[in-house]
Structure formats: structure tokens, C-alpha cells
T-cell receptor, first 112, second 110 residues
Framework: DTAVSQTPKYLVTQMGNDKSIKCEQNLGHDTMYWYKQDSKKFLKIMFSYNNKELIINETVPNRFSPKSPDKAHLNLHINSLELGDSAVYFC???????????FGQGTRLTVV | QKEVEQDPGPLSVPEGAIVSLNCTYSNSAFQYFMWYRQYSRKGPELLMYTYSSGNKEDGRFTAQVDKSSKYISLFIRDSQPSDSATYLCAMKSGNEKLTFGTGTRLTIIP
């Protein structure tokens, strides 16, 4: 069983479209994250949720909206996609905010 | 200055060599230090997790933290071609966000 799973794995879409990425973890963790990895492999946090509550919201355009329906799920919705949104998006989870973070396999988003 | 500095490489070493990967940081509040390994087109995989200063060993991997110098290292002994990947250091203070280095791309030559 995959601990942190994301869907879809690949996403190719046109500029201006709206898309969602889903994430689920079966580790029983209470904290989940979204990270963005650019073409130079730099990983930067976007959002963090603890027990369904938003606790970290980095400087991210408000076209990006996370949603956590329960502790095991954290989805990312992106409106009006732009070319610069092309990147790999990783979901991660940890037990409490101090815990070790485990990552999903990533969603490779390409905006054309 | 970035909070976490890591030489991006690439670094190529022959099989069986000892590999040394390093990161420096500027935030003295960092307490938790991690090393992740990331294979191409895969998610980062946690290798080592240490709290505060000191050494931690796990098989062929040793993590060192020197908080006085704000310097962390990962050593890989008897390196194997399967160790070829990008290695990312990461650190955090308490409940704050995890801050990553830029990653070092490592290739082990058979």
C-alpha cells in the first residue's frame, strides 16, 4: 500500500484552465503539505494543514486553493493556470508538525 | 543569502568510494535535520533524521550535525551505482516549515 498517494501523476493542460490534484495518506498522520519543485529541483513549501486547519500559507498566488476534507486528504485546486505553474507538485504528511515528512510520488504539471 | 546552502554538483565518484555531501545554514533556530534521496521522476525519500548536534549511523549512511558551525553532512560508505540520485538536505525548527537545500546530484560510476 502506498503511504502518500497523489493523482494524477501527469497532467498536461492549456493555459487558463482550472485543475485539481488529489492527495491521500494512510499513515494516520495529522499534518499534510503541498510542495512545489521547480526545474532546478528546488523544493518549496506552499501550504500545510494540521488536523484540517491551515497552518502554513506561503506567498502563493490566490489561484492556488488547498482543501482538506479530512485528516487523510489534502487536495490542491489551481484556477486560471499559467505557463509558470509548470512544475512537479508533491504532497507530504507527518505526525505532528515536528515529525518526519513522507512524500508522495509527485504530480508533473505541464501548462501549454 | 539563502537559509540553507547546498552545492548542486553534479558530483561523480567511482563505485566503492566514500561520498561526502554537505549543507550549511544560517538559521540558528533549526533543530531537526534530515537528508532525503530523490531518484529521477520520484518523490523524495527520507534517509536520515537527526535532532540537534551529533552523529547518526544507519548501514552505509552516516549523518553528522555540527550546530556550532551550522554545518551538516551525509557520508555514504562503499558507494553503489544504486546510490546515484539527488540528495536533499532539509531542516526545521519546532513547528515551523521544513526548509530544503537545492539538492546535490550524485552519480556513482561502476
Amino acid at each position: 500500500d502506498t503511504a502518500v498517494s497523489q493523482t494524477p501523476k501527469y497532467l498536461v493542460t492549456q493555459m487558463g484552465n482550472d485543475k485539481s490534484i488529489k492527495c491521500e495518506q494512510n499513515l494516520g498522520h495529522d499534518t499534510m503539505y503541498w510542495y512545489k519543485q521547480d526545474s532546478k529541483k528546488f523544493l518549496k513549501i506552499m501550504f500545510s494543514y494540521n488536523n484540517k486547519e491551515l497552518i502554513i500559507n506561503e506567498t502563493v498566488p490566490n489561484r492556488f486553493s488547498p482543501k482538506s476534507p479530512d485528516k487523510a486528504h489534502l487536495n490542491l485546486h489551481i484556477n486560471s493556470l499559467e505557463l509558470g505553474d509548470s512544475a512537479v507538485y508533491f504532497c507530504a504528511s507527518s505526525q505532528a508538525r515536528q515529525g518526519q515528512a513522507f512524500f508522495g510520488q509527485g504530480t508533473r504539471l505541464t501548462v501549454v | 543569502q539563502k537559509e540553507v546552502e547546498q552545492d548542486p554538483g553534479p558530483l561523480s565518484v567511482p563505485e566503492g568510494a566514500i561520498v561526502s555531501l554537505n549543507c550549511t545554514y544560517s538559521n540558528s533556530a533549526f533543530q531537526y535535520f534530515m537528508w532525503y534521496r530523490q531518484y529521477s521522476r520520484k518523490g523524495p525519500e527520507l534517509l536520515m533524521y537527526t535532532y540537534s548536534s551529533g552523529n547518526k549511523e544507519d548501514g552505509r549512511f552516516t549523518a553528522q550535525v555540527d550546530k556550532s558551525s551550522k554545518y551538516i553532512s551525509l557520508f555514504i560508505r562503499d558507494s553503489q551505482p544504486s546510490d546515484s540520485a539527488t540528495y536533499l538536505c532539509a531542516m526545521k525548527s519546532g513547528n515551523e516549515k521544513l526548509t530544503f537545500g537545492t539538492g546535490t546530484r550524485l552519480t556513482i560510476i561502476p
